[in-house]
């Protein structure tokens, strides 16, 4: 496997400023995000090496079964017949903040729930909370050794579970307080990649920053280093922290740290240096093209799974080079309600939204 999510997959309902109706039974989920954001990366035959797990209820629809199915994944059904699908209510404010909401009871994933391939990917992405992740990085790590000792030394699926696979943190926005900072950092010695949201990490860290004024940048910036290069401890995982409509913010320890820009915008990535004499208006947004997004639900999610597999191809030191597939990943996301739409073009090669995905990074590529 080359990557799996424990984020789970849901049935939501969006609800959006009037006069716009709300989206119903809309396919959803961290987890089915995060595989898409991989899948869209990985066709077919590699697209087998994305995993993901589903309880899937009763109620589950057969026509998100056909969906799925049609990815060919490394999706794993988990029959509960006994209980409905988890469902959940995403509501976007006038301010542009998401209030999400559980509509039911949930099933969450976590290291019992993989499958023998599973235990074997390399990149695990995990959405929870801080002491949460401390024990699923355990969980995994325990669980991929008992299973090591299954098979001869020098057997492939052996080197594979005796390998550091990468772990990348996505908190879980309700617990991003203060209160839990202590923790957090706790659970950073724990984890290769540390990528909230910018209102996530705000709000953990105690800080607040306007990214329309240069001051702004100049904060985040020191608001990172004090994670990713403490001064009294060793080095911290690399920080990403996705910024929506403004791209991503990449914390590397001993690298340049750098914005760089979202798909649907024309800027270059840009040196965030506070020892440079003069600034640039960083948050200055050039031919901006918010038309082609429809609704960003998920948008960050993708962002990841993209990104754990831009790490294996450009390798694993390569924040940047992940960061350029997850934009990707995440700019098909956002251009419908629910998932993107898998089809043939005339010549027979799979596209995403009447587009190729290899076409669409190479152009973003060509634009840095």
């Given at each position: 496997m080359d990557f799996v999510t424990l984020g789970m997959f849901i049935i939501d309902e969006i609800h959006y400023q009037p006069p716009r109706k709300p989206d119903m039974n809309v396919m959803g989920g961290a987890g089915l995000y995060a595989a898409i954001g991989a899948r869209l990366l990985r066709p077919p035959p590699s697209s087998s090496k994305v995993g993901w797990v589903i309880h899937q209820g009763h109620d589950f629809p057969a026509h998100f079964k056909a969906t799925i199915d049609s990815w060919?994944?490394?999706c794993e059904f988990i029959h509960t017949p006994d209980r409905c699908?988890?469902?959940a209510c995403n509501r976007y404010e006038e301010n542009g903040h998401r209030a999400f909401e559980y509509l039911n009871s949930k099933i969450r994933v976590d290291e019992k729930s993989l499958t023998g391939a599973q235990l074997t990917s390399k990149a695990y992405h995990l959405i929870c909370s801080a002491q949460r992740c401390i024990d699923l990085v355990k969980g995994i790590t325990a669980r991929r050794a008992v299973e090591a000792n299954?098979?001869?030394s020098g057997t492939e699926t052996r080197c594979l579970l005796s390998a550091d696979p990468v772990f990348i943190w996505e908190p879980v926005p309700d617990l991003c307080l203060p209160s839990e900072?202590?923790?957090?950092?706790?659970?950073l010695r724990h984890v290769d990649v540390f990528s909230p949201n910018l209102e996530e990490f705000c709000s953990l860290t105690s800080i607040s920053v306007d990214l329309d004024r240069p001051r702004g940048w100049l904060q985040l910036r020191q608001r990172c280093k004090d994670i990713v290069e403490p001064t009294n401890s060793l080095p911290g995982p690399s920080a990403v922290i996705r910024l929506g409509e403004k791209g991503c913010f990449i914390a590397q320890p001993g690298q340049e740290y750098i914005k760089v820009p979202p798909y649907y915008e024309q800027e270059c990535e840009t040196s965030i240096d506070p020892t440079e004499s003069h600034r640039t208006d960083l948050a200055t947004r050039l031919g901006n093209s918010s038309g082609n997004v429809v609704d960003p639900t998920g948008g960050g999610n993708a962002f990841l799974g993209g990104?754990?597999?831009g790490l294996q191809e450009c390798g694993r030191s390569d924040i940047k080079g992940g960061t350029v597939y997850g934009t990707i990943a995440a700019s098909f996301a956002i251009e419908q309600v629910g998932v993107p739409t898998l089809g043939r073009s005339a010549s027979g090669e799979e596209t995403w939204n009447g587009v190729k995905v290899q076409d669409r990074l190479t152009e973003y590529r060509l634009r840095r």
């Open positions: 060919n994944t490394g699908t988890t469902r299954k098979y001869e900072f202590p923790k957090s950092l706790e659970a990104f754990a597999i």
